[in-house]
């Protein structure tokens, strides 16, 4: 895909007021035409599509107005035309047919805009700054998504290539595996101001739910190795978004909740069992029991045991531990708070197996706090 922007918009493009009017009649383009130049457009001037077509390859135009009926090609045909090979060029329909339906076929067609005329000179200006005004939203609301997207392609190949690199080094020993995972999800936690503890924790509790839950001690060990890079997605969402300290718009909720699917995407497609594991729980670990989650809105035993038991130790974790937007809640604050979503967020057999484990979850927390004193591996059962 080719990027239509540099990092930062051409204030050129976005501050484009030059206006074509397309109109066969003579009186009628030349009066909008004297309109839009009083107050301050740029103007040109043609009587058919076919002289429409040689100035704008000549040259861009921010708004086209356009007359439906005309001789040759109509205006709808141009307007068409227009949208697919300008498509920083707006357009408005003129015509003397007050008709919905051809109203409506010309909005659907991606016009911004219908004036019927006999038309008042006030509706036509107002009809004009809308216009204009939405086409440099469209085109900022452009730049900003492929420059997104650009972003998470750019870190998508590295963290590739880092992954394709850990597949070729599987015979390697275990340790070497698991640190350079580790490694690779602390550099995303850290982008939202968490710690390399937090990966720990979540990794243990997650092996602490699944055996309790009688997993075998193969997949046991898979989940605990995989989880730390359950937020790997977050490497690409932009900075502005998830270093927010505030709420988030709903425009930016939609940008963060993407990382579910980036991380799956970055972990998924290989033969590697720990990287299937990964990606599922990359996946599914913000969907929630009663359906209402994302991203799939997956609902019950549809969401994988391995996002199931996820879910709860990433929010016990986040419940339990200090964040900039929240101080530590006690183990029964927490408690009270994840028994309040049971069988809503959460799986209700799984959460009350986790919760029955409270002698081990605090040998987890402390032994990984965020400043931890050197001890021994805690053993959980």
């Known amino acids: 895909m080719t990027t239509l922007f540099s990092q930062d918009a051409p204030q050129a ?11 066969d009649e003579e009186p ?10 009083t107050h301050g457009y740029t103007v040109t001037l043609a009587a058919d599509a076919r002289e429409a077509r040689q ?28 949208l697919e090979e300008h498509p920083h060029t707006a357009s408005i329909m003129v015509t003397g047919l007050d008709s919905s339906v051809l109203a409506n076929a010309a909005l659907d067609m991606g016009a911004f805009g219908y004036i019927v005329k006999p038309f008042e000179m006030n509706e036509v200006l107002i009809d004009v700054a809308n216009a204009l005004r939405r086409r440099k939203l469209e085109i900022e609301n452009r730049f900003h998504r492929e420059h997104l997207e650009d972003l998470v392609r750019t870190r998508t190949m590295a963290l590739q290539q880092a992954l394709e690199w850990l597949e070729r080094s599987e015979k390697e020993l275990r340790l070497s595996r698991e640190e350079t995972i580790q490694r690779l999800a602390i550099a995303a936690e850290f982008r939202d101001h968490s710690t390399a503890q937090h990966i720990h924790r979540m990794s243990h509790y997650c092996e602490l739910l699944a ?29 502005q978004v998830l270093l927010k300290p505030g709420k988030f718009t709903a425009e930016e909720f939609d940008v963060i909740s993407q990382h579910a699917e ?9 033969d590697s069992d720990l990287l299937k594991v990964a990606a599922t729980i990359a996946w599914t670990h913000h969907e929630r029991y009663d359906g209402t989650g994302y991203p799939r809105k997956l609902k019950g035993e549809n969401i994988p045991i391995e996002g199931r038991i996820a879910a709860i130790a990433d929010n016990f974790d986040a419940l339990t531990t200090a964040r900039v937007y929240k101080p530590a809640f006690d183990f029964a604050h927490a408690r009270s708070l994840m028994l309040k979503e049971r069988g809503t967020q959460f799986d209700p057999e799984l959460l009350d197996l986790f919760l029955s484990c409270e002698e081990d979850l605090r040998r987890i927390h402390d032994h990984y706090a965020d400043n931890p004193a050197n001890q021994e591996l805690p053993n959980v059962a």
Request: net charge neutral.
């Open 13 to 23: 493009l976005l501050e484009n007021r030059k206006i074509l009017v397309v109109d």
């Open 28 to 37: 009628i383009r030349r009066l909008i035409g004297y309109l839009l130049q």
């Open 55 to 82: 100035l704008l390859d000549k040259e861009p135009y921010a708004l086209m107005l356009c007359d439906v009926n005309m001789p040759g090609e109509s205006g709808m045909d141009l307007v068409r035309t227009i």
């Open 211 to 239: 055996k309790k839950h009688g997993l075998s001690p193969e997949h046991c060990d898979l989940i605990r190795t995989a989880s730390p890079m359950h937020d790997i997605g977050k490497i690409g969402t932009p900075d």
């Open 262 to 270: 980036i991380g799956y995407k970055i972990l998924s497609g290989s």
